[in-house]
């Protein structure tokens, strides 16, 4: 159902909905970033951690 309604939001041909699928796509690939550089800095902090 939430799946569809984004689906209707992002294909809509209004010009009110620009700003609504501009926000909702920077928000979809700043969570990509953020779960993808979640690990390495996890990593790194650890790696900090045991060479003190």
Request: with cysteine; aromatic share 12%; net charge neutral.
């Amino acid at each position: 159902m939430l799946n569809s309604y984004m689906h209707h939001l992002l294909f809509r041909k209004e010009c009110d909905n620009i700003p609504v699928t501009t926000v909702f796509l920077l928000l979809s690939i700043a969570c990509m970033m953020l779960s993808e550089m979640e690990f390495p800095a996890r990593k790194s902090r650890w790696w900090m951690q045991s060479d003190t």
